[in-house]
């Protein structure tokens, strides 16, 4: 134990965090995680992803709490049905579709724990080749499905393309300004667009009155930008070693990559 703290709840991101460069777990993350448990210390994951992609992790820990998926848009229940969602706006998806596929962007949209696109992508694919998503369902138009299923984020994409991405970035946060919220992990061609007021912070906080947990007794491990608002209010705020640098300046202390076991360094330091 390290300090005053007595950490009750363990909050982690997945790619880029608990996952390695080939989006695994590796046994010293999972025992530092089992370990912590065992202490009766609650374990929580929170992914910008859907929940079918932490179904392996899920099942490997045994996790028996509530998770953050979708950049904070859905949290699932144990059970894995959802408790609390939010949806992008149909207008609001309809615009940025239009926007970004007449500047030649692939558009993906989550519904759920399903992944939809006008017709298969790159990005698409490496979405559920390397980060463990289901694999897209080619539908056509995606302006069709809107009105007729629940969108909650879209990611604009042009695959190798890092500063078309973030100048269309620029150009969509003129046009939407408070109607919707632009973030990124840390996969730098690609843009997410969420509902506004939406992020893993929000639903954090959604979770912990669920939970009955106060945020000075939580540790939060995360890289990237979608983590800032979770590392801020934890009392343990860890960013690893391949996290942004905004990220580093603002969090308690600065672990190992996930490479390097980050997380199980900060689990044993302050577990």
Known sequence: MNGDKQIKLIVVDLDGTLL???????????NAIKAAMDKGVQVVIATGKTRYSATEVIKTLGLTTPGIYL???AIYNADGTIGHQQTLDDSLARQVITFAEDRGFDVV???????????SNSKGDELAEKYGEPVPEAVGPLQN????MDVHKLIITKAGDERKVKALRWQLSKQIDTKGRLVQAMIPDMVEILPPGASKGAALRVLLKQMSRAAE????????????????MAGVGIAVGNAYQG????????VGTNDEDGVAQAIEKYV
């Open 217 to 232: 007794d939580m540790m939060v491990i995360g890289d990237g930008e979608n983590d800032l608002e979770m590392v801020q």
């Open 247 to 254: 990220l580093k300046d603002i969090a308690t202390e600065v």
């Open 145 to 148: 499905i809107l009105g007729e």
């Open 20 to 30: 390695n460069s080939e989006s695994k777990m590796s046994s010293r993350n999972e």
């Open 109 to 119: 949209a989550y519904s759920g724990s399903r992944i939809l696109v006008k017709q």
């Open 71 to 73: 950049q904070g848009l």
